[in-house]
């Protein structure tokens, strides 16, 4: 009889941690559920892209430092309507190989053939291509986004 009641007991107290212990996770849940969402945004770093667009010249030597381009010879990519309107494609390509025609910035014609060899013979990995694209799509008031190696990769023709 005391066996019984002791192995009764050990039961109920099992019975009654796990009931509690279910409990004690579902407080907790909706602990969290009520709290108000707070979205924590990593820090975006464009160090190393900034580094890359001015560093090596390839960009800065004709786009300038502050994205301005030269009017008429280089189209710049602060407040270009060309850059916020264009797919990420057009401009993974345009990075990488240049314009084989003419293109037309902010009411302005450029020629094309210009930029092409002068980036190709940099040899940029994708990697750097994505540095330097995300750097400037984020700067000079520009807010457009990012794109990835794995795009950059998609974009590639050699
Ligand atoms: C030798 C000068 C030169 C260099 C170096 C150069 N560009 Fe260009 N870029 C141009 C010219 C000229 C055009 C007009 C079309 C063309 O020739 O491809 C242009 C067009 C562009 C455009 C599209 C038009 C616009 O202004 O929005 C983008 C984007 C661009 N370049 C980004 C870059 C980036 C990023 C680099 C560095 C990897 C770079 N360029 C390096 C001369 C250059």
């Not at 559920?33 to 160090?47: G, L, R, W």
């Not at 009411?107 to 994505?130: F, R």
Request: charged share 20%; net charge negative; proline share 4%.
């Amino acid at each position: 009889m005391k066996r019984t009641l002791f192995l009764f007991m050990t039961v109920f107290v099992m019975v009654v941690f796990a009931a509690s212990c279910g409990n004690t996770e579902e407080a907790a849940d909706e602990a969290v559920e009520s709290e108000p969402e707070v979205e924590v945004k990593p820090v975006a770093d464009y160090t190393l892209g900034g580094e890359l667009y001015a560093g090596k010249s390839i960009c800065a030597g004709c786009h300038q430092a502050s994205g301005e381009g030269v009017t008429g010879t280089f189209p710049p990519l602060a407040n270009s309507d060309y850059l916020n309107s264009a797919s990420k494609e057009d401009i993974i390509r345009q990075t990488l190989y240049g314009a084989a025609t003419p293109i037309i910035v902010n009411g302005t014609e450029y020629p094309g053939g210009v930029m092409g060899a002068a980036v190709a013979a940099i040899e940029l990995s994708d990697q750097e291509i994505v540095e330097i694209i995300n750097y400037m799509l984020n700067s000079w008031g520009n807010d457009l986004g990012t794109v990835s190696a794995k795009e950059i990769a998609a974009q590639r023709v050699d």
